[in-house]
């Protein structure tokens, strides 16, 4: 089981990029998939949020209207598009897929991907 991300990089403000998370050993459909994030020095925090099979989305206030999480069931794959980008979007980005039923909780985590918004 294993979940890696990929997309960082270094963009300037104003900027995009696609972060994508691919799942194998297992498939996202029955799982919540959410991006968080944690800059140097702080907390991690969420980003977004993909809820399973029913496709509810929720984002934090600082990136509404500028961040999308979409999924990609065929590439088992779930994606975060983010436009224009600011330097306080500067961090570490994790994926997480989770969820939790009659077999117990399944919390799996990728190994991040960094994000640099610098001019």
């Known amino acids: 089981v294993q979940l890696v991300e990929s997309g960082g990089g270094l963009v300037q403000p104003g900027g995009s990029l696609r972060l994508s998370c691919a799942a194998s050993g297992f498939t996202f459909n029955p799982y919540n998939v959410t991006w968080y994030r944690q800059a140097p020095g702080k907390e991690r925090d969420l980003v977004a949020v993909s809820r399973r099979a029913g496709g509810m989305t929720n984002y934090a206030d600082s990136v509404k209207g500028r961040f999308t999480i979409s999924r990609d069931n065929a590439k088992n794959t779930v994606y975060l598009q983010m436009n224009n980008l600011k330097p306080e979007d500067t961090a570490v980005y994790y994926c997480?897929?989770?969820?939790?039923?009659?077999?117990?909780?399944?919390?799996?985590w990728g190994q991040g991907t960094q994000v640099i918004v610098s001019s």
């Open positions: 997480n897929a989770y969820r939790a039923g009659p077999l117990g909780v399944q919390d799996y």
